[in-house]
Each structure stands twice: as C-alpha cells, then as structure tokens.
C-alpha cells in the first residue's frame, strides 16, 4: 500500500513540469519587483515638476501596467491561452458590475474626480459638515484626516452627488469677524480702530484691503463686520490672534462691548410691583394652630 503510494507520488511529480511553473513564479517575482523600482523612478522624477495628486496617479498606473504585463506573460509561460483568459476577465467584470452596482458607480464616480480635479491631496476640503485634509484619492473612496486626527472614508459616489467645499483651493482666505459696541460708542471712531489693528496686524495681508461694515442694530449692540485676508494655511491661528487683540485694543480704548441682557419695564402709568420677602416656616409653627391665629 505504501509503495504505491510512493509510486503514485513520483509519477504525478515526474509529470509535473517545474521548469515552466518555476519560469511562471519567476515573472511574477519580476514583475512586482519592477513594478515597484518603476513606480518609485516616476515618483521620485514627478515630486518637483507635478502635484502631488498627478504624481500618485502616474505612479499607480505604471505600477498596475508593469505588473500586469509581467502577469500576462506568466500565464502564457504557465500555458494558458491569453485569449480564453480576456474573455473570462470581461465575463467577470461584468458579473461583478451586475453584482456590485454600488461599486461600479464609486469607480465611476471617481474617474469623474481625477478629471473635474474638484481637489487634491494635501488639499483641506468640507463633506457633509466634516472637514479634513485629503489623504488619499482612490478608486472606490476619498480619504480624509480631520483636524483632531480622525481617518474617513468617503465613498466617491457621495463626493459626486454632495456639495464639496474646498478651503484650500486658493492661497488666501477671508476672515469675517463680527463685534458688537454699545449704542453710545462712536462707530466711526471703532471703524478706524479696526482698520488701524489689521495695518498693524501680522497675520492680516495688506492686500486685499480689510473693511468694516455696519450689519445691523441687535438688540444691545450695534453690530460690525470686520473683515480681513489671510493665507489659507493660517486661517485657525489667525483668527484668534485677531479676536484677541480687537479684545485688547476695544479695553484699551475704553469701548464697551456689550452683553444680552433683559429689563422687565411695566409703564409709566403702572402701579409698581410689590417685593415681599417671605421667611421660611419654622418647625414649631407647622404643629401649632394657635400659630396661625397670632401671626
């Protein structure tokens, strides 16, 4: 029994070409090797005349074309006929889109990206209230990393159907901070105050110019819009370090920035109202009737 076992062993070796599944494997090996040192030349010559966005693009497809032109030629060595092979890849391909809809829209939804270019890596971009820098740009979803280090993924289909708001597409933003002053403070006078802060202003740019603008009369204040630019990569610190010094130069200039608050006004001809302090009842009181008699 166990020899020809032994026997039944050999002859499915000996039957085994190993030469042509040897000489397969080896393109394999080959092919992702070159496929990398390929990717990582045309990485390495994009990185100062591209965007990062073409640089991640270019390197995929020559990574994907070089592997699969090795992977072709290993199955030819290994005796498969490439043509049975491209057709059983179509036929696949479109079960799989039969079978996976969703899939099939993210993937088109995302060459719809790489050609509208709404955004690209590096890029800080707002989906549906989620704010965060774009990571990765892929076939099925968008990649993002939010301020506070969170990872999210968003399917390429919802990028295309949702409004998408990309606060880094320009160098330079605009900043609009809104300051109340009391009714009985100069406005013009605080208009120049706020135009002489963002002159002297490190992170306000000289050009486009700051304004100040009248938005309304609130119910305690007078309010104002003050508006100045910044670079997009300062936007958070910027703005605190205006809030803090309008602050500062309001305090300093004897401006009073007023607060909510709420007057109770029964008329002229109003009787006033009456405030009684009332004591709080004492345990002896409570049992005792005559208590109530005397008091």
Do not use: C
């Not at 990185?47 to 072709?72: G, K, N, P, W």
């Not at 700051?210 to 300062?234: K, N, Y």
Request: aromatic fraction near 10%.
């Amino acid at each position: 029994m166990i020899e020809q076992f032994e026997s039944s062993l050999m002859q499915f070796f000996g039957a085994v070409a190993w030469s042509k599944w040897i000489s397969t494997l080896f393109l394999l090996v080959l092919g992702i090797v070159l496929a990398s040192f390929a990717a990582r030349g045309i990485s390495r010559f994009m990185e100062d005349r591209a965007s990062r966005h073409h640089t991640v693009m270019v390197r995929r497809l020559v990574f994907y074309l070089v592997l699969a032109i090795f992977f072709f030629a290993a199955l030819r060595e290994a005796g498969f006929s490439l043509d049975v092979v491209l057709g059983a890849a179509g036929i696949l391909t479109v079960a799989i889109g039969f079978a996976s809809q969703t899939s099939a829209s993210n993937m088109i939804s995302g060459l719809f990206l790489l050609v509208e270019k709404p955004f690209e890596i590096g890029n800080f971009i707002e989906v549906e209230g989620t704010i965060g820098e774009v990571v990765s740009i892929d076939m099925l979803s968008v990649k993002l990393r939010t301020p506070d280090n969170l990872y999210v993924r968003i399917p390429n289909e919802t990028l295309i159907k949702t409004r998408v708001v990309n606060r880094s597409r320009f160098p330079i933003r605009r900043m609009d901070l809104t300051v109340g002053i009391a009714y009985a403070e100069d406005v013009a006078r605080v208009e120049n105050l706020l135009l002489d802060l963002a002159r002297q202003s490190s992170v306000s740019l000289e050009e486009p110019k700051a304004f100040v603008l009248v938005t309304g009369f609130g119910p305690s204040s007078i309010d104002m819009q003050f508006s100045f630019w910044l670079p997009s990569d300062r936007v958070l610190q910027g703005r605190s370090q205006m809030m803090v010094a309008v602050k500062k130069m309001l305090d300093e200039e004897g401006i009073e920035i007023p607060f909510p608050h709420t007057s109770i006004y029964a008329g002229s001809h109003s009787e006033p109202f009456r405030v009684e302090l009332l004591r709080p009842e004492t345990e002896t009181n409570k049992g005792d009737p005559d208590a109530y008699q005397n008091g």
